[in-house]
Structure formats: C-alpha cells, structure tokens
C-alpha cells in the first residue's frame, strides 16, 4: 500500500527557500456544483502555469491515505467520506514562491473567514466542503505531488 506521509503543520521545518510547485485538487463539491472551469481560470489567471493535470475519483482508501495527517481528527470520517464521495481534480502548479502564494489565492479553510475574491470565498460550500485543497509547505507540496502523478505525467 502506497502511503502519503504528509508533514503535520507543527512538525513541518521551516522553509528557507521558496519552491516554485505546489499541488491542488478540486474538491468534489466544487466538481459537482460546476466550478471546474472558473475555478482553473482564476488560477491560470493568478500566473500559476499547470505542469499536471487529472479529473479521476479518490476511493475511500486513497482518501484515507492522503489525509492520514488528520486521523485523529473528530472530522477525519466526514472527510475521508466527503473527498471520496464523487469526482475530483487533482494538478501540480507552478509558480514562484507557488506554496505561499497559492495559499492566498485560494483562502481560510473555513469560506466564512476566507478574504473576499479568494477561490473558497467564490466557490467554497463550508469548512468541510470548501472547493479546493493546496499545499501548506515545499516538502508536502513534493509528497502531494508524487501521490497522484508518476513522472512521465508531469510536463514542465
Ligand atoms: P487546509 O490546509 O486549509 O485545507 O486545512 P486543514 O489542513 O486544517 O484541513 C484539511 C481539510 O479538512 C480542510 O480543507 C477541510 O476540507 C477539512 N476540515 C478542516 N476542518 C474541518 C472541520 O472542522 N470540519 C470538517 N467537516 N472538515 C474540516
């Protein structure tokens, strides 16, 4: 079994270089409430380029993996539920500084508190639900990246 070991966020080591990829998905509730499009051309247009790109389904197992950082979580069930429960898709972008950049792009977790014109503001349902996942460090944005695409997937 193939296992995402993502760094918890207080475990992470501080960064001291910018790394210019970082990794997304569309969540399914974005996916399902058609968003795929205007969710893409506000990253295009924030000058992130898509080096790899996929539409595919998370079984409830590969979910499992890729969010085993949260196991211990109250809401890791719900979750692994929700990001398994319909089609997603799942991109490595580029950019400088693309991490922290990306994450300004896209917002808080919870939609309610993301900064007005971020892609969970437009897009995002609610705290579980918020459209879309990104990075939140170089090393996690590597393991991410490596986790749903084989190199000969990624066109630089
Ligand atoms: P992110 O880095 O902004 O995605 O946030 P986290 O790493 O803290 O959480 C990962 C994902 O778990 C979030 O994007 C949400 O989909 C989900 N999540 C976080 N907090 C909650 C919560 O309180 N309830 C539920 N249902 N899901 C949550």
Known sequence: ?????????SH???NTMASNRTFTMIKPDA???GHIGAILNQITAAGFKIVAMKYTKLSAGKAGEFYA?????PFYGELVGFMSSGPIVAAILE???AVED???????????EAAEGTIRANYATNIGE?????????ENAAIEGSFH????EVFA
């Open 69 to 73: 950082v949260h196991s211990e979580r």
């Open 130 to 138: 918020n459209a879309v996942h990104g990075s939140d460090s170089n």
């Open 12 to 14: 992470k080591k501080n």
């Open 95 to 97: 950019k400088d500084n």
């Open 102 to 112: 990306f994450r300004t792009l896209i917002g808080a977790t919870n939609p309610a």
């Open 31 to 33: 996916v399902k409430n």
């Open 1 to 9: 079994m193939y296992f995402c070991a993502r760094i918890k966020k």
């Open 149 to 152: 695409f084989a190199g000969v």
